[in-house]
């Protein structure tokens, strides 16, 4: 890490803080579906993949960093690595382009990812490196490929990752055309959220991959079932990402909520449901539809990709409710 070399005392609160963040993520109950990855959280050092962060302070953004020359500054670096939290690593003008994503969700997606030995996996969005670090020590190196279209963000993942002792295979691209000459992969799991699955990512998988995304504060989970179709569910987990870059990112005018009452408007189903349906659906058309069913929760909504058409729906791909997805 640069100049500045951990003494014993750091390296014990490295050791006791990341101990810590495991009982938080396994009382969690995210390592309940797969406990094979508590070894990967505790093996793992965080820190090494966040030399330096921010943290939100009254007036803007305070930055935490591992080589500063207080050792109270130093201590709270560490102990802010291994919180369970997001880690904001990357700004630009007051915008976040790239963070650490809190570990418990880490662990849900990885668990619901359902790896297992010999299988390739293909992440979006690289990051600092710490979720390629994880895939690495459960898979080994040569079964990881993670992209991300920021040639700064993938060197310094490179150096993390090499800092840490794990040298998958990091690509400078544009994550939504996939990485073809590592095709094709068992699994592949995006850390940036899209409004739409990206045909290059089903063409990428083998027939049984799995694919999981963030898409309207939502993970959906595909599971490939033939050239260019893919079907899955939504997980029940809510989920907040930074927007991919380079391609169809999601977003655009803030939705309008007049008219829609302020319990709805501050319900985070609801919002879902706005996002997930967003130019075919009003807002009051969407309350409807929401209280109509019950106030559905995510695990009932799905998406189809067949070719060049994919669509979200609720309970029923085949049902009355569908919407079209951007592809």
């Not at 953004?61 to 880690?87: F, I, K, N, Q, V």
């Not at 040569?142 to 040639?151: N, Q, R």
């Not at 939502?218 to 260019?228: F, K, Q, W, Y």
């Not at 990402?241 to 380079?246: A, E, Q, S, Y």
């Amino acid at each position: 890490m640069g100049g500045y070399a951990p003494g014993r005392e750091l390296d014990d609160l490295a050791a006791a803080a990341r101990a810590a963040l495991v009982r938080r993520i396994e009382a969690s109950g995210a390592l309940d579906a797969d406990p094979g990855w508590r070894e990967a959280f505790a093996a793992v050092p965080r820190h090494l993949f966040v030399p330096y962060y921010y943290v939100g302070v009254a007036g803007g953004y305070e930055r935490r960093w591992g080589e500063s020359t207080d050792p109270g500054a130093r201590e709270r670096w560490m102990r802010g690595a291994y919180e369970d939290t997001p880690l904001a690593t990357r700004l630009r003008d007051g915008e976040l382009l790239s963070s650490s994503s809190q570990p418990s969700l880490m662990a849900d997606m990885l668990a619901a990812l359902g790896v297992a030995q010999g299988h390739t996996v293909l992440e979006i969005g690289a990051g600092t490196g710490y979720n390629a670090a994880l895939l690495a020590h459960r898979l080994g190196d040569d079964k990881v490929t993670t992209v991300d279209l920021d040639p700064e963000i993938t060197e310094s993942a490179r150096r993390h990752l090499a800092a840490a002792g794990y040298h998958p295979v990091v690509v400078t691209g544009d994550g939504a055309r996939g990485v073809p000459e590592r095709a094709p992969f068992d699994r592949i799991i995006a850390t940036c959220a899209l409004g739409g699955v990206p045909p290059a990512w089903v063409a990428q998988s083998r027939p049984g991959g799995r694919i999981l995304m963030p898409l309207a504060t939502g993970l959906i989970m595909l599971t490939v079932t033939g050239a260019g179709h893919a079907e899955g569910r939504f997980l029940h987990t809510p989920a907040y990402f930074v927007p991919l870059r380079g391609a169809g990112r999601p977003g655009g005018e803030p939705v309008q909520l007049g008219g829609v009452p302020r319990r709805a408007r501050e319900d985070d189903l609801f919002r879902f449901l706005l996002a997930l349906t967003r130019g075919s659906l009003d807002p009051q058309e969407a309350h409807a539809l929401w209280e109509q069913e019950g106030r559905p929760r995510r695990e009932r909504y799905g998406i189809t990709v067949s070719g060049e058409r994919q669509w979200a729906w609720l309970d029923d791909p085949e049902g009355p409710y569908a919407w079209p997805l951007p592809s």
